[in-house]
């Protein structure tokens, strides 16, 4: 009972987002797109390029990508807490009773996978509100969330801040992979034990 009613005011409350809105662009600088070589992420190890190889800049436009790419590494780096935490520190109390990270996934109650739907789309609203009020979540302006205030003010400590967090997330993503892989195909990760 509780899952319908979640599930119906989350479609009643979905309904205005197809309403029409009329909206005017005040100038014509906002529709400039920002290109891959004005957004930060080249390195060494990207070869002191910008590290396009299929050409996917053609099709979305770079600052877009460079969004999806930040919150793709921070999911990761969250998911690298996730496949550890079960084995080294524990699990709650519950339906779950392995610290293998598939077969928890599986063994989850449907309430719980809504909750966490429910929430992640409390997470996206909040991120798009802070959005529409000129605040950034991606870096290049003040940020949407600082409670510690540990956001540099100066141009050059943001632009540490930004690589080092891009860097870390693609390290996230790039090891997340080779967990999957090495957990579903023996021995295709060098140096990570069978069965991982």
């Not at 299929?54 to 590494?73: F, H, K, T």
């Not at 909750?115 to 290049?140: H, W």
């Amino acid at each position: 009972m509780k899952t319908a009613a979640i599930f119906s005011s989350l479609f009643l409350g979905s309904a205005s987002a197809f309403a029409p809105v009329s909206r005017t662009i005040s100038s014509v600088a906002s529709l400039k797109a920002v290109s891959l070589e004005d957004i930060p992420g080249v390195g060494i190890e990207t070869g002191n390029k910008v590290w396009d190889p299929v050409d996917m800049n053609r099709w979305l436009p770079a600052d877009i990508a460079r969004d999806y790419e930040l919150a793709n590494g921070r999911v990761a780096m969250l998911a690298n807490v996730g496949w550890f935490w079960p084995t080294y520190v524990g699990h709650f109390e519950g339906k779950v009773s392995t610290t293998d990270p598939i077969a928890a996934i599986m063994q989850c109650d449907s309430q719980w996978w809504a909750q966490f739907i429910l929430l992640c789309g409390v997470f996206e609203f909040y991120k798009y509100q802070r959005k529409v009020a000129g605040k950034s979540y991606t870096g290049g302006g003040d940020a949407a969330i600082d409670f510690m205030g540990m956001y540099p003010a100066d141009e050059a400590g943001r632009r540490k801040v930004e690589m080092q967090e891009l860097k870390n997330g693609r390290l996230a993503m790039l090891g997340f992979a080779s967990y999957l892989s090495a957990h579903f195909i023996d021995g295709s990760v060098p140096m990570l034990p069978s069965g991982f």
